[in-house]
T-cell receptor, first 116, second 110 residues
């Protein structure tokens, strides 16, 4: 099973709202990722968790707050977002790999976020 | 800084035609992945190439990794409308970090 699930599929929120995106995988992967993707562009890395610890934060504004409650779950908490944050938010997971590793990622279907 | 440049950026062809998409870099990669993404969906992993010169086939899709592991190509034979989508190459640049190619948007007309 190579499935990564994400909820919700679509989300519309106002700039003062607080919402959360959820991601789950049961492949035993110990690395999980959040990406942001704008229309017609490749995904941009936001955060990486490895073994439930935050490994990489690509200078993401603090209005995005990631959380990894356990090895299967990844959340992205949203607060006071701006209209320019509207995008497709993708979760992915991979096995652990060191520098120079094979490192295949498996993506979820994404959450289409619209900030009004 | 490692970059992955894809060409062409956009391709519109008739059903039944053949096409090749290129993914080029000046850097060596330990592996490269190819993904296909449909609008509003997440990228779906098609293949990983690891060994220089490796050729992998997935039905009508043929993937090749360059001998020097700096480039890769995707060839589609007899394209079908179901092949329409955004094709992305990607490669690991360090522990847990990947870079994605610039993307090739393919449209196959019936």
């Amino acid at each position: 099973d190579t499935e990564v699930t994400q909820t919700p599929k679509h989300l519309v929120m106002g700039m003062t709202n607080k919402k959360s995106l959820k991601c789950e995988q049961h492949m035993g992967h110990r690395a999980m990722y959040w990406y942001k993707q704008k229309a017609k562009k490749p995904p941009e890395l936001m955060f990486v968790y490895s073994y439930e610890k935050l490994s990489i934060n690509e200078s993401v504004p603090s209005r995005f707050s990631p959380e990894c409650p356990n090895s299967s779950l990844l959340n992205l908490h949203l607060h006071a977002l701006q209209p320019e944050d509207s995008a497709l938010y993708l979760c992915a997971s991979s096995r652990y790999f060191g520098s120079g590793g094979r490192g295949e990622q498996y993506f979820g279907p994404g959450t289409r976020l619209t900030v009004t | 800084t490692q970059l992955l440049e894809q060409s062409p950026q956009f391709l519109s062809i008739q059903e039944g035609e053949n096409l090749t998409v290129y993914c080029n870099s000046s850097s060596v990669f330990s592996s490269l992945q190819w993904y296909r993404q449909e609008p509003g969906e997440g990228p779906v992993l098609l293949v990983t190439v690891v060994t220089g010169g490796e050729v992998k086939k997935l039905k009508r899709l043929t993937f090749q990794f360059g001998d020097a592991r700096k480039d890769s190509s995707l060839h589609i034979t007899a394209a079908q409308p179901g092949d329409t989508g955004l094709y992305l190459c990607a490669g690991p640049t360090g522990t847990y970090k990947y870079i994605f190619g610039t993307g090739t948007r393919l449209k196959v007309l019936a």
